[in-house]
């Protein structure tokens, strides 16, 4: 089974800076995908980002990018330009990529509270 | 654009009570997942159905049955409710079996007293 690990329950960072939220996962399978959900207090899922295995190339959407390490199975966030509609819970998800029949279930890390103080 | 839709928003039940969740999946997404979030955990998947028919099940409890009907929209039934089933609920659909793309409706509050 895959697990996901996030080690940093709480973080804050200050408006308009940079922070970069952790993430480990462990797995046996080469073809598979990654994502960060952020979930504000209205606690709606919301996809922030997205990474498939098979690419090299981290993936970027505006401010939001990831660096990740295939290899050392890490898949951290990093949030550039800090603002206040950020602060949520970000949970980073593994999916695995079973093409012939299978559903794609998402498996969650326990989250990491982020807060953006002004 | 069509999103997700669960109804009811919030549900307040008693002990061993049961109770109904719906989600109404975006037009023309053929496959639904649920997942189950109590209060500080993460999302746990609890069960999914593609095309009418089970595809895979989580950790869902005996307690507890679901299923898709024809016009793709599925059902979560919950007997003998007990404090801890207290969480919200999450409904998400893709398009088809092999999307990765899941798109999470906005949840049901289910409450247990």
């Known amino acids: 089974a895959q697990t996901v690990t996030q080690s940093q329950p709480e973080m804050s960072v200050q408006e308009a800076e940079t922070v970069t939220l952790s993430c480990t996962y462990d797995t046996s399978e080469s073809n598979y995908y990654l994502f960060w959900y952020k979930q504000p207090p209205s606690r709606q899922m919301i996809l922030v980002i997205r990474?498939?295995?098979?690419?090299?190339q981290n993936a970027t959407e505006n401010r939001f990018s990831v660096n990740f390490q295939k290899a050392a199975k890490s898949f951290s966030l990093k949030i550039s330009d800090s603002q206040l509609g950020d602060t949520a819970m970000y949970f980073c998800a593994f999916m695995n990529h079973l093409r012939g029949g299978s559903n794609y279930k998402l498996t969650f890390g326990k989250g990491t509270l982020l807060t953006v103080n002004p | 654009a069509a999103g997700v839709i669960q109804s009811p928003r919030h549900l307040i039940k008693e002990k061993r009570e049961t109770a109904t969740l719906k989600c109404y999946p975006i037009p023309r997404h053929d496959t639904v997942y649920w997942y189950q979030q109590g209060p500080g955990q993460d999302p746990q998947f609890l069960i999914s159905f593609y095309e009418k028919m089970q595809s895979d099940k989580g950790s869902i409890p005996d307690r507890f049955s679901a299923q898709q009907f024809s016009d793709y929209h599925s059902e979560l039934n919950m007997s003998s409710l007990e404090l801890g089933d207290s969480a919200l609920y999450f409904c998400?659909?893709?398009?088809?079996?092999?999307?990765?793309?899941?798109?999470f409706g906005p949840g049901t509050r289910l409450t247990v007293t």
């Open positions: 998400a659909s893709s398009i088809n079996r092999d999307s990765y793309e899941q798109y």
């Open positions: 990474q498939e295995a098979y690419k090299q």
